[in-house]
């Protein structure tokens, strides 16, 4: 079986290119992702610029040494020290130590195709923005814990699983909405994000202990009708004797 060479061993070969060199052919040579929204782009073979059919970005199509490592479809290791990544198109997993504690990466980019991450980016502390493909359908614990300069996040609608602390300390975080293939939230999902304002859920949703423990900013909390997406109902925080945050189980009309 064929591997992607190693980090150290770098040529001047495309990204695109070299993970075509897997013997499981997952990689499609002409798709790659905008380096503004990640939309997947059809490309001729040698092109050196692009423009993005959906945001209309205009980028170059650059020839630089590969920084991934990928193993039969999972992300193993990012060895570059780019502050902006785009994850390569074919990747369907992020490995359990691919991105953990780069300090310097402020924006990544997940390829559509992927539905899995396996590892996190815990500690990631300089980490602003990051754009989801919609088949993402797990969250894993400790995914962005500690990713303090995270504002904002958009949970794509597949979405089936958040794991313990997958936003713990994510103390630049303002709003979240849980998209509604989500059953449950677990415990201590959200600890300590301080920032948080409103959350926003479907009314299937449950919320397991002290999903909110330690949110001292979180003033609204909004259920969604399915359908329409409009509030139907809203929720408050309570403190308990412990100083613990838990929302109160009775609605509210709004």
Request: hydrophobic letters at 35%.
């Amino acid at each position: 079986m064929w591997f992607l060479k190693k980090c150290k061993e770098k040529k001047p070969e495309s990204i695109q290119e070299n993970v075509g060199a897997q013997d499981n052919k997952v990689f499609r040579l002409n798709k790659i992702n905008c380096t503004t929204c990640g939309g997947i782009i059809s490309i001729e073979e040698g092109l050196v610029t692009a423009t993005c059919q959906f945001c209309g970005n205009q980028f170059t199509v650059t020839k630089e040494s590969p920084d991934f490592v990928i193993d039969r479809g999972v992300l193993v290791k990012y060895c570059g020290d780019n502050r902006e990544v785009v994850v390569p198109y074919g990747v369907k997993a992020i490995g359990t130590m691919a991105f953990y504690q780069q300090t310097s990466l402020t924006k990544i980019i997940l390829p559509d195709g992927l539905t899995e991450l396996q590892g996190t980016f815990y500690n990631c502390y300089d980490l602003e923005t990051i754009i989801l493909p919609d088949s993402l359908e797990n969250i894993p614990p400790v995914a962005f814990h500690g990713c303090v300069n995270l504002q904002s996040i958009v949970l794509p609608p597949n979405l089936k699983f958040l794991g313990d602390l997958a936003f713990g300390e994510c103390k630049s975080l303002i709003s979240i909405e849980i998209p509604p293939k989500i059953k449950s939230v677990n415990m201590l999902t959200f600890r300590d994000c301080e920032s948080l304002e409103t959350i926003s859920y479907y009314e299937h949703t449950k919320f397991k202990g002290y999903s909110f423990d330690g949110c001292e900013s979180l003033v609204s909390i909004n259920m969604l009708d399915s359908k329409t997406k409009e509030i139907v109902s809203k929720k408050k925080i309570i403190q308990d004797e412990n100083g613990c945050y838990r929302i109160e189980a009775e609605k509210e009309n709004v």
